[in-house]
Every structure is written in structure tokens, then in C-alpha cells.
């Protein structure tokens, strides 16, 4: 069987894309995004949906032309069916039912979360399964054990806030703007990351919790601003760089010990905190030490895209996995 050509939209929270695959390779990822959230110092799901409105139908013909491709050839239509924003989800959800009825071709519903993970096979490397994946962004940090693009088993995840949220958070109480978690990586780069130490979370298994952190950096910084108004900034360097480390040190505590468990030694890293500098060098240089093959995916694969969702449908079109007329965005889908 010739391979699929697939349009793929993602819309699960404030970028818009779509990415064009055909034979096996990505040939276009636009997106779109949002500057509007950045004076609420966070995503507004209201204003969130009415961007996508706005942006989806000059990206999807964006994504088409690039690729060099029309609406005839197309096999088949992808979306993000969740988890995510449900308004959001609805745009990029609706847009593609429509879209894939007027031309008569199959619907193709993905797990974002999923297709986070698979976004590996976008390019080379490309991990070989089983592999142990570490899922880290805005909303969601997971350890995922991948047998095979199908088969997924979370054996860990957050019991609060997320990676991405604990960055952002943090961020925030430190005056940086939105989002918070680049800035910080990029002013952490020159500061002491061990001057000031916070609490790394203590969870059983491998499960994780970054919400101790975001109330121990509160109470210190009113403590320390109480006897000295200037004390962020004349300290912000080593205060991003003592988070960072913080945040860093528990995700790679329970990835360590999840991989020596299950006698894994692919290790992979996905998710948009995966752009992260600090935790990418963190990463490398324990995987140096445990003898580990380590594969993250290039910078625009990392961020919310559409091509990692084309990717994931391409599996799904060959599994003859395809989503009725009557399917429904689901903002908290499950992975597993």
C-alpha cells in the first residue's frame, strides 16, 4: 500500500497548526501563534478559540501549499481530539469533520500526548521499542513506557502541577513575562544553580509533584523582599538558575529510577519543556553516566505542532484506526 497523505490540525491550546505528510515525511508544519495571552500573564480559553477561528483556515492552506499539495490528493484529515482546551479542541475538531465530510475522506482522532511521544519518528534517530519516555509540558509531565505506537503504559506522572506550570508559576513571582519558563531557562544559563536550594518534591513510585516548590519559592521571596525590596533583582541569575536546577533534578530523580527498574536504557524526552537548555544538558550528561541512548526530538517538534499529530495519524491510518463522523473532542483524554 502506497503511503497516506494526511492533513493534521492541532488546536489543543494557543497554537494553531497543520502540517501536510505524504510518503512517510513531513512536508509542511505551520503554526501560528498566539500573542494575545501575554498582557493576562497566561492562556485565556475564550480568546484562545476565537484566535484559532481566525488563524486555521490561512494555516491549513499555508500547510497545503507548501507542501505542495491539493485537497483532492489528501487521504485523509487528523485532529487533536484532546486532552487540551475543550474550546480549542472544538475549532480544530470541527474544522476537521467538515473539512474531511465535504471531500470524502477518513477522520483520523489523536491523543496529543501520544502524539508528543511520536513525534520521535518524525526524523532520525529514532528510538527502537521499548522505550522510556519522558513527557514534560505546560500541562503534563508523564513517564510512559512505548512498546509500540499504540501501546503505551504511563507508570508515572504529576500529582499536581506540571513541569511546565512549576516553570511558568515560578517565573511569574520572579516578575518575568509570559510565558515564563524560556526566559527563566535563558537567565539561568548565567546563575548559580546551587546558591539557593528549594525542596525537591518526595513522591512514591514515580509519580512527581511541583507544587511544594511553587509555595517554598513564594514564601521565600516575601521573606527575602521583606529585607530587601531589590532582592529578585539584584539575585534574579542565580534564582532562576536554583529553580531550574530544582525542577530538573526531581523530573531526572524519577526518570532514573523508572529506567533502572524496568531495565530500560532508550530514553526519551518530548514535550515543550523538552526545549528546555538546562534539562536537555541534565539529560545528556546522566545518560553519559548510565550508559542510556537518549533521543529528543528537533525544536519544532517539541513545542505543540501539527506534524508530530500528522506523524501519530500515519501509524493510525495503517492500523485502520479511523474516527467516526460522531466523534467528540474529550479536553481530558486519557493516554492509556
Known sequence: MAYPIILAIESSCDDTSAAVLAGGQIR???????????????????????????????????ALRQAGVTKAELDAVAFTQGPGLLGSLLVGSMFAKTFALALGKPLLAVNHMRAHILAHFINEPRPTFPFLCLTV???????????????MQVVGQTIDDAAGEAFDKTAKLLGLPYPGGPHLDKLASTGNPTRFPFPVGAMPGYDFSFSGLKTAVLYFLRQQTAKNPNFIQENLPDLCAS????????????LQRAAADLGLTQIALAGG?????????ALQ????EKGWAVFIPEFQYCTD???????TAHFQFEAGDFAPQLVSPDPRLKLT
Open 28 to 62: 509542511s508544519n505551520v503554526v501560528a501563534t498566539q500573542r494575545v495571552h501575554e498582557q493576562y500573564g497566561g492562556v485565556v480559553p475564550e480568546l484562545a478559540s476565537r484566535a484559532h477561528q481566525q488563524h486555521l483556515i490561512p494555516v491549513v492552506q499555508e
Open 137 to 151: 509540558s505546560g500541562g503534563h509531565t508523564q513517564l510512559v513506557v512505548v512498546k509500540s505506537p499504540p501501546d
Open 243 to 254: 529553580i531550574q536546577h530544582t525542577i530538573i533534578q526531581t523530573l531526572l530523580r524519577q
Open 273 to 281: 519543556v523538552a526545549a528546555n537548555s538546562g534539562l536537555r544538558a
Open 285 to 288: 550528561n546522566l545518560a553519559a
Open 305 to 311: 505542532n501539527a506534524a508530530m499529530v500528522a506523524m
